[in-house]
Antibody, heavy 118, light 107 residues
């Protein structure tokens, strides 16, 4: 059974760096074809894909946020970490991590709400 | 980037209705399109991938069709549990994008 769970701060100040951790079980990020992605959703708004990392360490980012994002994996810990620099109130959103099957997301974490406010 | 546009943004329907949601891509994405259902306060749930392949455990009243730039999600007979927001997502390129969502409301 695959499960994913996001963790990190619920409140960050403007200009700070956000670090979110996705802890997962039921699969290995060293298995061919497997990936993990991050998606966010501002309150009342649509889903926005942020980044993803594959088993072979291939990484891709949303072009509009690429300069602010870094995604890494720790295969031994079954974790994927996303960092986003220079946080702004418009980055207030629920952040999800999800298991990726060569492009689509078949299993999602419960999400974590991050509020950006001074 | 490939832009995904869903229509309508909101849809009012009754239980038993046949419902169709459209997703248009700004350029061809082949068959590389997924559909998700999201209920308030919950994570999205995968319904369909590769335009028309039903994910395991998803009721057969859901179906997807299309290719290239135009896709549809059809619910053959709307059930009370289907009132939710639906999103399409393209994964043709290295940069993935979601549509803006279609909210299916009770008429």
């Amino acid at each position: 059974q695959i499960t994913l769970k996001e963790s990190g701060p619920t409140l960050v100040k403007p200009t700070q760096t956000l670090t979110l951790t996705c802890s997962f079980s039921g699969f290995s990020l060293s298995t061919s074809g497997v990936g993990v992605g991050w998606i966010r959703q501002p309150p009342g708004k649509a889903l926005e894909w942020l980044a993803r990392i594959y088993w072979d360490d291939d990484k891709r980012y949303s072009p509009s946020l690429k300069s602010r994002l870094t995604i890494i994996k720790d295969t031994s810990k079954n974790q994927v970490v996303l960092t986003m620099t220079n946080m702004d109130p418009v980055d207030t959103a629920t952040y999800y991590c999800a298991h990726n099957r060569r492009g689509f997301f078949d299993l999602w974490g419960q999400g974590t709400l991050v509020t950006v406010s001074s | 980037d490939i832009q995904m546009t869903q229509s309508p943004s909101t849809l009012s329907a009754s239980v038993g209705d046949r419902v169709t949601i459209t997703c248009r891509a700004s350029q061809s994405v082949g068959f590389w399109l997924a559909w998700y259902q999201q209920k308030p306060g919950k994570a999205p749930n995968l319904l369909i991938y590769k335009a028309s392949t039903l994910e395991g455990g998803v009721p057969s009243r859901f179906s997807g069709s299309g290719s290239g730039t135009e896709f549809t999600l059809t619910i053959s007979s709307l059930q009370p549990d289907d009132f939710a927001t639906y999103y399409c997502q393209q994964y043709n390129s290295y940069v993935w994008t979601f549509g803006q969502g279609t909210k299916v409301e009770i008429k």
